[in-house]
């Protein structure tokens, strides 16, 4: 499996972006794909997750209410839009999949099986 994330960049504090994270080598049909983020000197954090057959999100509560995770089946492919952004968000935001495993967190990424590259997320003015 492959995972391809996109859409990151520079945008000024109170902007938007909306990344994606297109997968390719296998179907998703029971998958949870997330979103994690790693900014200089800090642990990857847990961003939002969403389980691809019934589209349940989960979010940290920094992002609760400004970001939102949706996924598109015929596209097999996962998106993160974020809004009001601030200096807070700036970091490397990577997708990640992992095959369904009941009553496991979502928000551990030792628990993920597949992971893209990173794109760059900057808020600044």
């Known amino acids: 499996v492959q995972l391809q994330a996109s859409g990151g960049g520079l945008v000024q504090p109170g902007g938007s972006l909306r990344l994606s994270c297109s997968a390719s080598?296998?179907?998703?049909?029971?998958?949870?794909m997330g979103w994690f983020r790693q900014s200089p000197g800090k642990e990857r954090e847990f961003v939002a997750a969403?389980?691809?057959?019934?589209?349940?999100?989960y979010y940290t509560d920094s992002v609760k209410g400004r970001f939102a995770i949706s996924r598109d089946s015929s596209r097999n492919t996962g998106y993160l839009e974020m809004n009001r952004l601030n200096s807070e968000d700036t970091a490397v935001y990577y997708c990640a999949a992992r095959r369904p495993r009941i009553g496991v967190t979502v928000t551990a990424a030792d628990t993920y099986d597949w992971w893209g590259q990173g794109t760059q997320v900057t808020v600044s003015s």
């Open positions: 080598g296998r179907t998703f049909r029971d998958e949870v």
């Open positions: 969403i389980t691809w057959s019934t589209s349940s999100p």
